[in-house]
C-alpha cells in the first residue's frame, strides 16, 4: 500500500505544481498563499471573486485601516488642542495611499515611484480631488517629512478638525482624521469596483499584485 503523504509533503507537492515559493506566506488574517492560489478566478462569473475580494479587505483593515482606526477613538476622547497621534495615522495612511495605488497599476513595487503614486491618486480618486500642487505638497511635507524625518516639512500641520485640506498663509493644515476616513471609503469603492466583473483589467491588475504577494514564480509551468 502506498504511504499517505504528510500534510506538509502534500503542501510542497501542490506548490511545485502551481509555482508558489512560500506556501505557508500568511497573505490575510488565516490565509496562506495555498488558500488564494486554490481560488477559482480564471472565472469572471466565479463566486471565489467574492472571497478573493474578502481575503484582500481583511488584509488591507488588519495592517492598515484598524491600527489607524484604533489610534484615532484613542484621541478621539481628548480635546482637539491634546490630541497626539496624526503623526502615526498620516504615516500608516501614507503607506495604504501607495499600497491601493499599487493594487490598481498591478505593481509589484512602488520603487522610485512614490511622488507618482500621490500625485495621481489624490487627484484622481473623485473623493479627494485635489490639485496637482496640493498632492504633491501633501507628498513632500507630510508622507516623507513624516517617514524620512519624523516632522511635518515646510512648518505645515497636522489637526483633527476643520476641512480636509487646506492654506492659511503659506501653512498647508491637513485633517488627519477626514483624510483616514476619505481614504476608508476609496478603499471600499475600490473593493466594489472588483466585485464588477466587468471590470477586467482592474481585475488583471489586482490578480497580478496578488501573485507577486503570495510568492508565485510567474515562469513556473
Not at 481583511?58 to 482606526?69: C, D, F, G, L, N
Not at 491601493?100 to 503614486?117: C, I, M, V
Not at 516632522?151 to 480636509?164: D, H, R
Not at 475600490?190 to 466585485?195: I, N, P, R, V
Amino acid at each position: 500500500m502506498a504511504q499517505i503523504k504528510k500534510p506538509i509533503e502534500q503542501l510542497e507537492a501542490i506548490s511545485h505544481m502551481k509555482g508558489i515559493n512560500n506556501p505557508e506566506i500568511d497573505i490575510a488574517p488565516g490565509v496562506n498563499a495555498i488558500d488564494w492560489h486554490a481560488l477559482n478566478l480564471d472565472d469572471p462569473k466565479s463566486n471565489d471573486w467574492g472571497r478573493a475580494i474578502e481575503i484582500f479587505r481583511s488584509r488591507i483593515k488588519e495592517r492598515y485601516i484598524e491600527p489607524a482606526q484604533i489610534l484615532l477613538e484613542l484621541d478621539e476622547k481628548r480635546q482637539p488642542i491634546n490630541r497626539k497621534y496624526g503623526f502615526t495615522i498620516l504615516a500608516i495612511d501614507s503607506l495604504l495611499v501607495e499600497t491601493l495605488w499599487a493594487f490598481k497599476k498591478g505593481l509589484t513595487d512602488t520603487k522610485n515611484k512614490s511622488r507618482r503614486a500621490f500625485k495621481e491618486f489624490l487627484t484622481n480618486e473623485d473623493l479627494f480631488s485635489f490639485s496637482e500642487e496640493q498632492a504633491i505638497r501633501f507628498y513632500e511635507d507630510f508622507r516623507c517629512g513624516i517617514l524620512h524625518q519624523a516632522e511635518i516639512g515646510n512648518n505645515s500641520k497636522v489637526w483633527s478638525i476643520g476641512p480636509l485640506i487646506h492654506a492659511v498663509e503659506g501653512q498647508w493644515i491637513v485633517n488627519r482624521t477626514e483624510f483616514h476616513n476619505v481614504l476608508v471609503t476609496c478603499f471600499e469603492q475600490y473593493c466594489e469596483q472588483l466585485a464588477d466583473s466587468n471590470n477586467t483589467d482592474l481585475r488583471r491588475k489586482f490578480r497580478d499584485k496578488m501573485k507577486h504577494i503570495s510568492r508565485v514564480n510567474h515562469y513556473a509551468q
